[in-house]
């Protein structure tokens, strides 16, 4: 189903997997269950002579069903994928790899529409896998099954959100927030989703090779498009890391950010223009009220003294900056 490694597969595995090696059968036979994935039609074939076949070894089979669960997989049937990869985990060689296969397994079957059993095998990856961040999203993906209600939705977000409390999982909060976010997108409440996302990207950067904050910000910066909120579209994106390998489209993602310079240039072109025209037709005396409140506020914003006003005392007993004392 895909390549073992130690990394946990967020998504599912697609690289081709070649199972078999001698000291479990002979060349001829290696070779000949190693070639089916060349060819669907052929591979089909193979597949259902090797499974008439009265004297194929018996130990061979969880080979065979493994190479099956590959065969459906790759023909979109992800639950007749499911039934085969949960034949061939006698394969596994140890509990990790046991909880790696039974995460693919809850993947399939939530791709196949059936989350009753992907819950089932994303609860049974939490109880043999020894990585925390493959038992964080097992248990994320498992809570996010039930969506027969609204109470329900909402319950299973609040959740999720709540596991970014506990201790084990300060490491992995911005994941959380992410999955929490994506949630309520499903059910189509931005402004939540908003939210959440922020607290993802609030979340200090780490070394953690699985942090969601890149993914975030993207995010963000896709919402923010769609609304025409330009600023905060282009104030997102330059957020990104794009050095981060998690970029999806990393072309569309520079694209956007070329497009956006001159619009967000142009509409603080406008805004100041409509500020010094709204400042220009208020009555003179509002005009300077205005004009001393913003001078007030630019030189608080530098760190310079407000200067002492005629007839003013000033209270320092010498050496006064601003009046000369």
Known sequence: MGERNTKTQKHLATNKKQ??????????IDDYLNGISHSTAEAAGMIETLKGDPFFPARLRPDLYEMQAYWFYKQDIYDSAAIYLDKALVNAENNQE????EYLIGQLYERAGNPLLAKDYFERTTKHTFNPVMELYARLNATRQDRTNEKIVSENIAA?????RKDRYTNYRDIIYFTAATMELERKNVEAARQLLMKAVAVPPSQNEYSQRTQAFILLGD??????????AKRFYDSVDVTDPSIGDAALLQQRKIILLPIVEEIGIIERQDSLQRIAMLPENEREALI???????RKSQGIKEEVTEGAVCTMQDGCVTCGS
């Open 292 to 298: 001393k409140k913003m001078v007030k506020q630019m």
């Open 19 to 28: 199972r078999f090696n001698s000291t479990h059968t002979t060349q001829t």
């Open 223 to 232: 919402l923010s498009f769609e609304v025409h909120e330009y600023r905060d």
């Open 98 to 101: 046991k909880a790696r296969w």
């Open 160 to 164: 999720v959100i709540g596991m970014a």
